[in-house]
């Protein structure tokens, strides 16, 4: 499968000279997307990409994505649970 983005040629060009490979950038950008938005799962991105499991992990770190955060709910109910004690 392809996916072609259409982009001026003034900044096509501009990017190609900025961006080292601008192809595989935007393929990992996407990809990586996807996966914080959980349409695809870290072995997909991983197989996507050619990577291994530690390469992959190494990638999203780069990118500032962190699988061990807690989620918005969990921090709430930690708080509310804190507040709970606390009232005590």
């Known amino acids: 499968m392809s ?11 501009h990017l190609r000279r900025e961006v080292v490979d601008l192809d595989q950038t935007a393929k990992e950008a996407l990809l990586i997307d996807l996966y914080r938005r959980s349409t695809i799962t870290h072995h997909e991105l991983g ?14 770190s780069k990118h500032g994505v962190v ?16 507040e709970q004690l606390r009232a005590k």
Not at 53 to 59: G, I, K, S
């Open 3 to 13: 996916v072609c983005i259409n982009l001026p040629s003034a900044l096509e060009a």
């Open 47 to 60: 197989l996507t990409l050619g990577l291994d499991r530690f390469q992959t992990e190494e990638l999203l």
């Open 67 to 82: 699988d061990d955060l807690p989620s918005l709910d969990t921090v709430m109910n930690q708080a509310a649970r804190l």
